[in-house]
């Protein structure tokens, strides 16, 4: 399943790390070794920044979205949670148990 929380943290380092990167080519490009053309690294280091922040703002909707929904299951009306949901539909209906022992320890 999609957790938006995780994908989250992912894009926000990503985020942090591709804006270093970006600086480092912008100010310092040869620090950086292995680079043949420092313009194009900065063009793809910038489209790789933007993805990041494109996907934490997805992510920051998502979550923010979450915070509203209240509980998957209707609450209006008698006491229900969780637990006994099932329960109070389903208890004993044609259904036959054997004789509890009483045994002691």
């Given amino acids: 399943m999609f957790s938006p929380h995780c994908c989250g943290f992912y894009s926000a ?14 100010s310092q490009p040869f620090f950086i070794s292995g680079i043949e053309d420092v ?20 992510c920051v909707a998502m979550i923010a979205k979450g915070k509203g929904a209240g509980p998957e299951y209707d609450t209006s009306g008698e006491d229900y949670n969780r637990l006994n949901i099932d329960l109070r539909k389903n208890y004993g209906e044609g259904q036959s148990y054997g004789a509890v022992s009483t045994d002691s320890y």
């Fill in 39 to 58: 313009d194009e690294a900065k063009s793809s280091a910038m489209g790789a920044l933007l993805t990041f922040a494109a996907l934490f703002a997805i």
């Fill in 13 to 26: 380092t990503g985020l942090i790390f591709m804006a270093f990167v970006y600086a480092m080519l912008s």
